[in-house]
């Protein structure tokens, strides 16, 4: 990165991490959080794609967010669901040795699924596997609850390409300089 990339970057690690609330951080295609996703893509230096939210859907907040050199992880709640509805993580691989092949919802990838379970609650495991990297929504909701959140979360999430990415925060943050 040049001089003035890293400059902005540290700027970005700074202020989510003493000034910025989570809210801000959510990992958004554009906007305020592209930051935080621009940041993702540090944490998984290979990966092809990048994990983002077009629109957080209504009901849904963030709750957590981890972004390490080893990938990232990032926990939701749903307002009908309790904390802890969803985990997504993002990291240079995954386990997908438990999972069936399913056709992918999201050009460029491959898509898994673990068996789930529906008995007081929905449980289950969506892998979404791509060149240097994979993503990862464990779901945790309640039965009655289960079809309009998955619903929600399979329009609000998607993945940009690493390549735009980086064009649209060089074009968000370094625009004037």
Known sequence: MKRRQWLVFIAVVLGLAGCASIRDAVPTCDGQGIATTFLMTQSVPEAKYVPCIEAMPAGWTIDSMDVKSSGSRFSFSLDR?????????????????KAESLPSDESGTRLWEEPYRLEARYTASRFYVFQGGCVTYKFDLPQEEYTDALSDIYIAFTFQDRAELQQAYRARFEAGT
């Open 81 to 97: 669901g309790g904390v802890g509805a969803l985990l997504v993580t993002f990291e240079p691989r995954c386990d997908v040795s």
